[in-house]
Structure formats: structure tokens, C-alpha cells
């Protein structure tokens, strides 16, 4: 897992870092414009000779003056450069101003007023156009001038966007740094340059749209956000991801603590837990078989599918390892969960939008909620107690599996180990589907009822049902930066909810109500748009019950059940439906050494 930064964490480690005395300004500039010109010989070595040429945008800012360094470095290199500046050269900040006039000694700026058609300048065809219009100082959209959309695309008269390389510098201009969506015309990029740590934007929304490939580059800031005397952020405004296939340790070792073996006498299918999937009727039943075959594949020991009597032989008919019991109504349920070994549910797919669903769903919550004082559903949410401060993370239950062996060497990670997210209730209900649409007229009944079990896996739609002010506030056009994100609303549902929401897509975030956070990208190495199929989110919300079966907290649950989601569709490949994801499952297990 690597942390993701926002523009004012990036400025206070930067600014932390110059007050110490270990670092100026300028070397931190000059680092950044290396960077750049070191990532794009990486990615395309056929650039690290003489004879090439780039244009260069500089913008008002510091980004410009990373441009400037790229400009000398390559001019210094052997290429041909021609540089654009957008604003008043007397104006730049300090450092740029320094860099723009070391450009000086060696080539001459141009005006940029949205186009590059300039009567002077001479690069014709050039191999790389470099953005460095705007980085994370991005506080408005960027309005240009209408010719600047084109000539961002495909500098004109220089050939067509397919022989030129895009590089943005830090994050390609237009987009905002922390909510990835867009403010005015946006840079597209082949290749985004970023430095110390990725941004948010880079993988929320449109950042891996525009972004490209992002390399982050070292430029001698402390390590890790909460490393260090730099930036030592709360944890709770920290946000996480497994950005690349490499950084996945922290999901190995959170499987690798459920999954371990055991002590042979001591294992039995109760150890690791039992899930209840609640089903839909005749005919509605394949959501919840779907989701039972996640919570089985995944490792829960037991897997139960409840249906309606009229329901049961067509869900007995068709599984085989899962049992099925017949389970009417808010009063079955009840009954069924005296059995204290159910350890945790899952109520939402298909089971319809029925009065039933709502009873079933607030039987689950009142007879799984922690018993005991303090405890009670609805409490401790900061919104219903603002002066309460956010529950700390606290130590982690006892776990039943014994204490896991390292899976092998670990790979390089930024991020010191994350304390854990508060105590875990003995039952956990994870709710998708139509367990949330059906509270759209009511949802502060679900609020009401929820505690710190629970994990809600809503998609947009069913986000907004609930959230309806939230999704207003993140539907919204950017019109400054940086602009409310995904990390925002998530983190504010699961406030205002008092328990762990999963808000999917391609950028699922999940947050906890203390604020700790992560996304579950899948993008860049991890894209796999194959996994918008009927049934996948079905799939998600067994995973996730497996996991809270096998006893990890509803936060890790929801964030390693994610991670696993995409990496059943990427090891599957295209042509995935959801029936293959669960049985992709020992695949993976095994590439990982589990
Ligand atoms: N932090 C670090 O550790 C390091 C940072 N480094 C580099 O510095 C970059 C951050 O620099 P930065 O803070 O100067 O911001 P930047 O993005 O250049 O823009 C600010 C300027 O743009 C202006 N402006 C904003 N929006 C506008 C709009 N729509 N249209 C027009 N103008 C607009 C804004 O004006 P204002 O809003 O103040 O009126 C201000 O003048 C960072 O991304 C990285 O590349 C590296 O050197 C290495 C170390
Ligand atoms: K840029």
C-alpha cells in the first residue's frame, strides 16, 4: 500500500522539508525537472540521444518552473526545445523565476496566449510536448482561450497526436490534484511525472483518464507521510492505496492472517465462521447464490443462503457445499440468528424492495448490534455529537486463526504499518443493493440502526439515495480547487452512517468513521473494465461476508475484498461474468503464496 497525497499535505512535507535547512527550494525544482527528464529515457529510451526536439508550456507557478529545468536539462542534453510561457514572466514565484532565467542564458521564451502558432518559433514536429501549465496550485478552471483544447491535443502544424509524447509534469493541467476531476480544458497525457507520492486525483475520476501512465519520482523528501517530523498528519486524514500490482503487501498480510493454517486439532468450519446470505424469492435467487459463492471462496467456513420457503428448492437445487434454509420474514430471521455462530450476514442482493426488506434488514442490525454500554446502534457518529472526537483506532480483536508467517520478502512500501480501525463487533451485516434503495425515503432509519459492524456497498445510484446531499455536493462541476472528492463524500457518508461504506467504481473508496480511508483502483496496471458485469457486485458483497466471517474488520474486510475483486478480473481477463470471479479466487490465493 503506498499513501496518496493531497496538494496541502505535498506542500507541507515540502515546506517542512525547506524549513528544516536539509533542502532549498530550488534543489527540490531542479530534483523534479531531473525526475522528469530521467522517466521519460526510462519509458522511452529511444529519446536519450541528441537528436530530439520538445515543446515546453510553462505555467505561473511553480509546475512552470519545473518546466524551465526540463527545458535546460534537454537543451543542455543536445535537443532542439522551444518554451511557451503562460502569464508574466516578473511574476513567477522565487525558484521559477530563477529557473526561468538559467533558461534564459541558453533560449528564448515565447508568450503563450492559447495557441503555438507563433511567428517566430521554429520546432516543427517535435518527439515530446511537456505540460507544465498547473500542478497542484490549480485553484480555478483553466480557461485558456478556445483554440487552447486543440493545440493541447495535437500541437498544430506539427503532425498528429499519435507521433507526439504527452508528458504532464506533476498532474496534467486542468485536472485537480485531490478530486481527479476536471477544471476547464484538461491535458491529455501519455505519461504523467509526479513526485514524492501520488496524488488522490491520479486515481480518482477522470486522473487516469488524463493521467496516462503515472512514475512518481524521489525527489529526497522523508519517506512516507507519517514517517518522519515532516507532515506528520493525523491518521485520520491519511488515504491509502495498493496503487500498482507490486504494492500489495498489506493485502497479503491481512489474508495471510485469516487464511493461515491453523493448528490442525483446532480447526473446524465454525472456526472460520459462518455467513448468512439472505436470498430473493422464486426467480430472484441468483444474486444471493452469487454472493454466497464469494463468501465460500473466500474462506468462510460455513455459508448459509436464507430464502423464502417458496424459494427453497430452486436455491437447493442449484448449490451444493452452500446450505439453504428456509427463512421467512423479519421473524425468521430473528429466530435464525439465536444461532451465535452466524457470525455475519449479507442482506441486499436480490431480495427486492418489498416492506419485507426493510423489516429484514432492521431485524439483522438490532440482533447483530454490539450489546453492552456504549455500544448501542447510532452512537458515537460525530455528525449526531460533534464535539465527540472521531473513535481512535484501537487494537485489533483476538483474532481465531494463529498469527500468520510472512508471505515472503516485502516489497518496497512508503507507508509505517496502519493502526487499526477500533475494536470489530462480534457480528458483522455487510448491506448492498436493494438493503439501501429500499431505506431512499427514510434513510436516517438505516442511520439509525447501523453500528460499527457494518459495511454499506453502495454504487453511485444507491449512494445518492442515501447520501442525496453528499452526491449533490460531489456531482457538482468543479469550479475551484481543489474541488469535494470521492474521498471527501465517502469519508462523510460513513460519518454521518457510523460504519465502514464501500462507494464503488472504478475508483471505490472506503472509508471508516474515524476517516481512515483507501481506494481500490482499478485502473492503470490494474484496469480491468471487464468486471462491470451483471452479478460483480454481488460477487463483492460475499467476498466481503467471507471476511468478516473469517473475522477481520469491516474496513480491512471491505478493502481486501476489493483488492481481491480485481484481481480475480485481471487474472481472468476479458470475457469474465461474475460466476467466474469466486472460482478465480484459489488462483489468486496461490499466486500470492496463501
Ligand atoms: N510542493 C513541492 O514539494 C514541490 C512542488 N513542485 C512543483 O510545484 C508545483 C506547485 O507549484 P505552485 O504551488 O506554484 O502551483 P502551480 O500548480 O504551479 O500553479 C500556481 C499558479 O497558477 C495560478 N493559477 C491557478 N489556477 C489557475 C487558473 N485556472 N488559471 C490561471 N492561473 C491559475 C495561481 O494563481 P493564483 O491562484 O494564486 O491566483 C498560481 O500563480 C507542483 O505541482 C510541482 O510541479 C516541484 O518544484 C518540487 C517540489
Ligand atoms: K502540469
Redesign the pocket.
Known amino acids: 500500500m503506498t499513501e496518496l497525497l493531497t496538494a496541502a499535505q505535498?506542500?507541507a512535507?515540502?515546506q517542512a522539508a525547506i524549513a528544516s535547512g536539509e533542502v532549498t527550494g530550488l534543489e527540490?525544482?531542479e530534483r523534479?525537472g531531473r525526475g522528469v527528464v530521467e522517466a521519460i529515457f526510462e519509458e522511452w529510451p529511444e529519446l536519450a540521444t541528441t537528436s530530439h526536439k520538445a515543446v515546453v508550456l510553462c505555467?505561473?507557478?511553480?509546475?512552470?518552473?519545473?518546466g524551465f529545468v526540463v527545458a535546460r536539462l534537454l537543451k543542455e542534453w543536445g535537443w532542439e526545445v522551444e518554451v511557451f510561457l503562460y502569464g508574466d514572466p516578473e511574476k513567477l514565484?522565487p525558484d521559477a523565476k530563477v529557473n526561468y532565467e538559467r533558461w534564459g542564458e541558453l533560449g528564448e521564451t515565447f508568450a503563450f496566449s492559447g495557441t503555438f502558432y507563433h511567428p517566430e518559433r521554429r520546432v516543427a514536429y517535435p518527439d515530446v510536448f511537456f505540460d507544465a501549465l498547473?500542478?497542484?496550485?490549480?485553484?480555478?478552471?483553466?480557461?485558456l482561450g478556445e483554440e487552447y483544447a486543440d493545440t493541447a491535443e495535437s500541437v498544430p502544424g506539427d503532425g498528429l497526436r499519435g507521433n507526439l509524447r504527452h508528458v504532464a509534469?506533476?498532474?496534467p493541467s486542468g485536472l485537480c490534484s485531490d478530486s481527479g476531476k476536471v477544471?476547464?480544458a484538461p491535458f491529455l497525457a501519455d505519461m504523467t511525472v509526479t513526485?514524492?507520492g501520488f496524488k488522490h486525483g491520479h486515481l480518482l475520476d477522470f486522473g487516469p483518464t488524463l493521467s496516462g501512465k503515472v512514475i512518481c519520482k524521489d525527489?529526497g523528501?522523508p519517506a512516507g507521510v507519517g514517517s518522519g517530523a515532516f507532515g506528520n498528519f493525523p491518521y485520520s486524514d491519511r488515504v491509502t492505496s495498493a496503487f500498482d500490482r507490486e504494492l500489495q503487501f498489506d493485502q497479503v498480510m491481512r489474508l495471510a492472517k485469516t487464511r493461515v493454517k491453523t493448528p490442525h486439532d483446532d480447526v473446524h468450519k465454525y472456526t472460520h465462521g459462518h455467513a448468512l446470505i439472505l436470498s430473493g424469492g422464486p426467480g430472484k435467487t441468483g444474486a444471493a447464490r452469487l454472493a454466497a459463492r464469494g463468501a465460500l471462496r473466500i474462506g468462510a467456513g460455513l455459508v448459509t443462503v436464507g430464502c423464502p420457503q417458496t424459494a427453497l428448492w430452486e436455491v437447493a437445487s442449484q448449490v451444493t457445499a452452500i446450505m439453504c434454509r428456509p427463512l421467512d420474514g423479519a421473524p425468521g430471521l430473528t429466530e435464525a440468528l439465536e444461532d451465535e455462530r452466524i457470525n455475519a450476514l449479507c442482506l441486499g442482493p436480490g431480495l427486492g424492495l418489498g416492506a419485507d426488506t426493510q423489516a429484514l434488514v432492521l431485524a439483522a442490525l438490532k440482533a447483530t448490534a454490539p450489546r453492552g454500554p456504549g455500544s448501542s446502534p447510532g452512537q458515537d457518529r460525530s455528525e449526531h455529537n460533534p464535539a465527540a472526537p472521531a473513535p481512535e483506532p484501537g487494537p485489533r480483536p483476538t483474532s481465531t486463526a494463529a498469527p500468520a508467517p510472512e508471505p515472503g520478502p516485502r516489497p518496497a512500501s512508503t507507508t509505517p504499518p496502519a493502526p487499526e480501525p477500533g475494536p470489530r463487533p462480534a457480528r458483522a451485516v455487510v448491506l448492498d443493493a436493494d438493503a439501501l434503495t429500499r431505506f431512499e425515503r427514510n434513510p436516517q432509519v438505516l442511520f439509525d440502526a447501523l453500528h460499527q459492524g457494518c459495511v454499506l456497498t453502495p454504487h453511485a445510484g444507491e449512494f445518492k439515495r442515501l447520501f442525496p446531499d453528499i452526491a449533490e455536493k460531489l456531482d457538482a462541476p468543479a469550479t475551484t480547487?481543489p474541488a469535494y472528492s470521492k474521498v471527501d463524500a465517502t469519508r462523510e457518508a460513513a460519518k454521518r452512517a457510523g460504519c465502514t461504506i464501500l462507494f464503488k467504481g472504478p475508483d471505490t473508496v472506503i472509508a471508516h468513521p474515524s476517516g481512515q480511508c483507501s481506494i481500490n483502483s482499478s485502473a492503470y496496471e490494474r484496469a480491468a473494465p471487464w468486471l462491470a458485469t451483471a452479478g460483480s457486485g454481488d460477487v463483492l458483497s460475499g467476498m466481503i461476508t467471507g471476511l468478516l466471517a473469517r473475522g477481520l474488520h469491516p474496513f480491512d474486510a471491505a478493502g481486501t475484498a476489493a483488492w481481491l475483486h480485481t484481481e480475480c478480473a485481471l487474472s481472468f481477463g476479458p470475457g469474465l461474468i461474475a460466476e467466474d470471479i469466486p472460482e478465480e479466487l484459489p488462483k489468486v490465493f496461490r499466486a500470492l503464496g496463501l
Do not use: C, K, Q
Not at 505555467?59 to 519545473?66: K, L
Not at 498547473?134 to 480557461?143: A, E, N
Open positions: 505535498m506542500r512535507i515540502e527540490l525544482m523534479a505555467g505561473p507557478g511553480n509546475n512552470g518552473g519545473d514565484p498547473f500542478g497542484i496550485g490549480l485553484t480555478r478552471p483553466v480557461d509534469i506533476d498532474i477544471l476547464g513526485f514524492h525527489i523528501l480547487g
